[in-house]
C-alpha cells in the first residue's frame, strides 16, 4: 500500500516522539543500574566488602549483581508481558519504571554487599517490564515505516545506558563508589518522576494496522509464539544476545590480558572504554541498519549479515591482544552484532501477529538472558589462563547462528495487507 492510502487511513501524532523520548531515558538508567559493577569488580568488591584485597568468591560475588539481572528475568519475563497486556503500555512499564527508580537509589544508601545485592534483586525485577515493552510503544504510536527505527532508536537507550555504565564507574572512580550509585539513583528517581507525568499509554488514533487490529491473549497466544519460523530467530537471540550479555558482563575478565600503552595513561579506565566503543558501534549500526531494514522492508539480510560478521570479529577477539585494534574490532563488532536485536525484535512482533508485542519481545529477551547466564558462568569459572577460549566457543555458537539465519522468512511473507 502506498505511503499516501497509509496517512488517509492512520492517523500519526507527533506525541510519540516525546513518549519516545522517555522510553529511551528509562532504558538508559536501567541499563546504567544493571551493569555499574561489572568495569570495576575488584574496585567495587573493596568498597562493598570492606576489604583491601578481596578474595576471588568476593569477586565473583560482585559479577553476580549483574549476572543476576538475568537469572530475574528468567521468572519474571511471563508477569511482564501480562502485566503490560493487561495495564497497558504506560503502566505496565509503569511497573518497572518504579521499582528501577525507588530501589536504584535505595541501594547506595547503605554501603554492604548484602543489602545492595538486595536492592538490585529488586531492580532487577523491574527491568523486564520496561526491556519488553519497545515493540508494544512502536505498534502504539508509530507508522509502518518507522516501526524498526522506534525499535531501533529504543534498543539505542539500552545500548547507552550499557555504555554509560561501562564508562562512567572507572571514569569516576576517583569520586568514589558510593557517589556514584547517588548519581546513578537520584537519576533513577528523577527520570521516574519525568516518565509519571509525561507519558501517555497510545493516541486517539492508531497509526498503523497492527495497532487497529485486537491481540490473541492469554496462553493460547503465548502457545502459538513457537511455531517454527519464530523458534528459529528465537535460537539466534538465544546465541546473539546470550553472548553480548555475558561479553559485557564479564567484560573486565574477558580481556584482563589486554595489553594497554602506558603512554596513554588510561589505566582502570581501559576496559570501560574498550565496553563503551562496543556499544557505541551497537547505537550507530541500530539506527544505520534499522533505518536500512525498514526502507528496503527487508529484516532476514540484516541478520544474517550480523551473525556472519561477528563469526570473524569473535576469532579475532581471541587472537588480538593490543588496545587500540580491539577498539576497531569492538567497534564493529558492536555496529554488527548490537543492530540485530531491533530487527529481530520487530521482525518477532510481525511474525506472531496476533500475539501481543510485548509477549514476542519479552520471549526474545528471555532466551537471551537464559543464554546470557550460562555463558556468564563460563567467564567465572573457567581457569584464567583458559579465559580467552571463551571467544572460541562464541565463534561457533555465531556460524551456528548464520546457517540458521538463512532459514528464515522474510517480512513480504508476515506483512499485513493495509
Request: hydrophobic share 55%.
Amino acid at each position: 500500500m502506498s505511503n499516501v492510502e497509509s496517512e488517509v487511513k492512520f492517523e500519526v501524532s507527533s506525541y510519540r516522539w516525546v513518549v519516545l523520548i522517555f522510553f529511551i531515558l528509562i532504558a538508559v538508567i536501567t541499563q546504567m543500574i544493571w551493569i555499574t559493577f561489572a568495569p570495576i569488580t575488584t574496585e567495587a568488591a573493596e568498597y562493598l566488602f570492606n576489604t583491601a584485597v578481596p578474595s576471588d568468591i568476593q569477586v565473583n560475588l560482585i559479577l553476580l549483581l549483574s549476572m543476576v539481572f538475568m537469572i530475574v528475568y528468567l521468572p519474571v519475563n511471563y508477569f511482564a508481558c501480562k502485566g503490560i497486556e493487561r495495564f497497558g503500555l504506560k503502566w505496565g512499564t509503569g511497573i518497572g519504571v518504579i521499582l528501577t527508580g525507588v530501589f536504584g537509589f535505595l541501594r547506595a544508601i547503605v554501603p554492604n554487599y548484602w543489602v545492595v545485592f538486595a536492592f538490585q534483586i529488586m531492580c532487577a525485577i523491574g527491568q523486564p517490564f520496561v526491556l519488553n515493552s519497545f515493540t508494544k510503544l512502536a505498534i502504539n504510536w508509530f507508522p509502518e515505516n518507522e516501526k524498526a527505527l522506534a525499535v531501533s532508536l529504543g534498543t539505542v537507550g539500552i545500548l547507552l545506558g550499557a555504555a554509560l555504565g561501562m564508562f562512567l564507574p572507572g571514569m569516576f572512580l576517583s569520586i568514589g563508589i558510593g557517589t556514584i550509585l547517588y548519581i546513578f539513583g537520584g537519576g533513577a528517581l528523577f527520570f521516574m518522576v519525568l516518565y509519571l507525568i509525561f507519558v501517555k499509554d497510545k493516541p486517539d488514533s492508531p497509526p498503523n494496522a497492527y495497532s487497529d487490529k485486537p491481540m490473541e491473549l492469554g496462553i493460547k497466544g503465548t502457545r502459538d509464539l513457537f511455531r517454527k519460523d519464530f523458534l528459529l530467530l528465537f535460537i539466534l537471540v538465544l546465541l546473539g544476545a546470550g553472548i553480548f550479555n555475558a561479553l559485557s558482563t564479564g567484560i573486565d575478565l574477558l580481556f584482563a590480558d589486554m595489553n594497554v600503552p602506558s603512554s596513554l595513561g588510561l589505566g582502570e579506565d581501559a576496559i570501560g572504554i574498550l565496553g563503551g566503543v562496543m556499544i557505541l558501534g551497537g547505537i550507530i549500526g541500530a539506527i544505520v541498519l534499522s533505518t536500512l531494514s525498514d526502507k528496503f522492508r527487508k529484516r532476514k539480510i540484516f541478520l544474517i549479515l550480523a551473525v556472519g560478521a561477528s563469526t570473524v570479529f569473535a576469532i579475532l577477539f581471541y587472537f588480538v591482544h593490543d588496545f587500540v585494534p580491539l577498539l576497531v574490532i569492538a567497534f564493529f563488532f558492536g555496529f554488527m552484532l548490537i543492530s540485530a536485536l531491533p530487527i529481530g525484535f520487530t521482525l518477532g512482533a510481525e511474525m506472531t501477529y496476533p500475539v501481543p508485542e510485548e509477549t514476542s519481545n519479552g520471549w526474545l529477551m528471555w532466551s537471551g538472558q537464559l543464554s546470557g547466564i550460562l555463558l556468564i558462568a563460563a567467564v567465572m569459572f573457567i581457569p584464567a589462563s583458559a579465559i580467552k577460549y571463551n571467544f572460541i566457543i562464541y565463534a561457533v555458537l555465531f556460524a551456528i547462528a548464520t546457517v540458521l539465519a538463512f532459514f528464515l522468512k522474510d517480512l513480504k511473507d508476515y506483512e499485513l495487507k493495509q
